[in-house]
């Protein structure tokens, strides 16, 4: 499977932005999907993932309350909302895709996206 990030830009203390996963290729499998971001200098860190079926939903502590994922299996397409965003949430976004639980580790993760920079102003 290829994954498409979309989405990212600036944005100002307490904005909002929405990211986009498109996945193509061999969609038809059923794959948990989710987002992890990478400051410069740092490692890659969870940040939310959702079951195939949308059915379960699992966040990071630090975005609990202010991010939302989503996704539409019929365009096989995952989101990311963004909501009350904080300078310490600025970061390279990367989706992410495996047939398996990832839970919150990238080294399980069999399937990443490009990156989708995220640039939050104070």
């Known amino acids: 499977v290829q994954l498409q990030a979309s989405g990212g830009g600036l944005v100002q203390a307490g904005g909002l932005l929405r990211l986009s996963c498109a996945a193509s290729g061999r969609t038809s499998r059923n794959y948990n999907m989710g987002w992890f971001r990478q400051a410069l200098g740092l490692e890659r860190h969870f940040v939310a993932s959702i079951s195939w079926s949308g059915g379960s939903t699992y966040y990071a502590d630090s975005v609990k309350g202010r991010f939302t994922i989503s996704r539409d299996n019929a365009k096989n397409t995952v989101y990311l909302q963004m909501n009350n965003l904080k300078p310490e949430d600025a970061a390279v976004y990367y989706c992410?895709?495996?047939?398996?639980?990832?839970?919150?580790?990238?080294?399980?993760?069999?399937?990443w996206g490009q990156g989708t920079l995220v640039t939050v102003s104070s």
């Open positions: 992410a895709a495996d047939e398996s639980n990832f839970y919150n580790n990238p080294q399980w993760v069999g399937h």
